[in-house]
């Protein structure tokens, strides 16, 4: 976030979010977004941050890896004390806030089943 300081950027996104909750409080403070995958996840220190961080902080990834974005919905949902189709919605409105020239989505941000 350093690197960040004293510029004025608008969308960003920290890719594969690991961090403390002081941290993820800085990075929201300055309207960036966190970006969680199975990395985020597996660290017992951010997946803390993760239970109170505002949701329209969020976005979801794999990250390339095996782990399925439903298994993040899943895990993340169950964190946060949520369901997977709100937590769908809400990443839903932050990839679209953040994207409005409606860039193709990957499956992780695709509209929200009803």
């Known amino acids: 976030m350093a690197v960040l300081r004293g510029h004025d950027l608008a969308g960003v ?26 990395r985020s996840l597996a ?4 997946a803390e941050s993760l239970r109170t961080i505002a949701d329209e ?4 990834e794999t990250d390339d890896s095996t782990t399925t974005i439903e298994t993040i919905y899943e895990q993340l949902a169950e964190l946060r004390g949520t369901t997977t189709d709100q937590l769908r919605a809400t990443i ?14 990957p499956s992780c941000c695709s509209e929200p089943r009803n």
């Open 13 to 38: 996104v920290f890719h594969s979010w690991v961090g403390s909750a002081e941290q993820a409080a800085k990075a929201i403070n300055r309207g960036y977004t966190l970006s969680v995958g199975p």
């Open 43 to 46: 660290s017992s220190r951010t």
């Open 57 to 60: 902080a969020l976005l979801v």
């Open 92 to 105: 839903y409105r932050n990839f679209t806030r953040i994207w409005p020239s409606g860039w193709n989505a």
